[in-house]
């Protein structure tokens, strides 16, 4: 740890296993008591400018999806791309009044996660506390019991609403909440979360192996890397987390989506199959155990192709010997699995 973000963590008066709702809850009590509105001290604009830095760094730091180890590292990288930053936005807000500072989407953002974390805490406490209530619902006196030991083994976690002051205030919630979604971060996981679908529901089921696909992603992404390298005008102005979460699997997948949706002339395939029982996977889904099956089809047909023959619908295949697969020709000339269904 350098010297410098040593430094940070006293002028926020906390440790340096804080998390980052601890370094929040820190900054919002500190600049209460620094913001030079509030304070008097000659130099209340640089104890307020350096609180906002600490605040910055360390939020940053901690955070961090590398969560690099060599803290030097780190605090230089973020010295170089956000300290001067972070400080001529202190300044701005050294020079409001308190009570607009309070007002600012800044001051706000930096309470919006605590006030969410609070209240998810105080609602799956309370259903922690409820376990036993729900567990005779649904289960009757089972269900009870097991609901008592869950609550009892849970103690640690619901204690706190005894052992803390605990306010509910559901119009606070939706207000931070509302917040949140509109953070840059919400919606990086929101485009992250239907790349995921569309990658899952369209691209794999597209008639090109795995490795095809993992390679025309590498070409994508190096190409992308490329454009960022030598500033092109179109890249210049996106960051990284746009351009390698978001734009490239983004261009990827809507390729293949528009592949899948745009696609004619069908054709039905009918195969028999068998079961690969070394690929038997157990999940646990909706209170019941089922299972994923990988299957060899005969004449060892689509054996490049595995998302061809993995199924997570179990027992919409047991007992059965034949499956039967409808095919598409897709927009772009490559054929699309649409549909399957299992038979006798």
């Known amino acids: 740890m350098t010297d410098r973000t040593e430094a940070y963590y006293k002028i926020l008066g906390i440790s340096t296993k804080a998390s980052v709702d601890d370094i929040k809850h820190a900054y919002r009590r500190k600049a209460k008591e620094l913001h030079p509105d509030k304070n008097k001290s000659p130099d209340a604009q ?4 350096l609180l906002t830095e600490a605040y910055e760094c360390l939020s940053h730091i901690k955070s961090s999806k590398s969560r690099v180890q060599h803290t030097a590292t780190s605090y230089s990288n973020w010295q170089s791309e956000n300290r ?10 050294a020079e409001m009044e308190y009570e607009k500072f309070k007002q600012t989407d800044y001051y706000k953002k930096s309470q919006a996660a605590i006030t969410v974390i609070e209240h998810l805490y105080f609602f799956a406490s309370v259903i922690f506390l409820l376990a036993p209530l729900l567990g005779f619902m649904f289960k009757r006196w089972a269900g009870l019991i097991a609901g008592v030991i869950f609550t009892f083994i849970t103690v640690h976690f619901w204690a706190g609403l005894f052992t803390e002051k605990r306010t509910l205030n559901l119009r606070s919630f939706f207000k931070s909440l509302f917040l949140i979604i509109k ?12 790349n995921i679908f569309v990658l899952y529901r369209f691209t794999l089921n597209t008639q090109l192996t795995i490795y095809f696909l993992g390679f025309i992603l590498f070409l994508l992404y190096t190409l992308i890397y490329l ?5 092109f005008a179109v890249f210049k102005k996106l960051s990284k987390a746009v351009l390698f979460l978001c734009l490239a699997p983004g261009i990827f997948n809507l390729f293949f989506l528009t592949n899948f949706v745009f696609s004619s002339n069908k054709t039905l395939e009918v195969y028999s199959f068998v079961h690969e029982k070394r690929w038997y996977v157990n999940l646990h889904r909706r209170g019941r155990y089922e299972k994923i099956a990988y299957i060899d089809l005969q004449q060892n047909k689509y054996e490049a192709y595995h998302t061809f023959r993995v199924f997570f619908d179990f027992e919409a295949m047991k007992d059965k010997r034949e499956i039967t697969y409808t095919f598409e020709e897709g927009l772009f000339g490559i054929r699309v699995l649409k549909h399957y269904e299992f038979t006798k």
């Open 46 to 49: 640089e104890q307020f400018i």
């Open 84 to 93: 001067e930053r972070a400080r001529q936005q202190a300044r701005e807000h």
């Open 183 to 194: 953070t840059r971060t919400f919606k990086y996981l929101v485009i992250t979360a239907a």
């Open 227 to 231: 454009a960022f390298y030598f500033k």
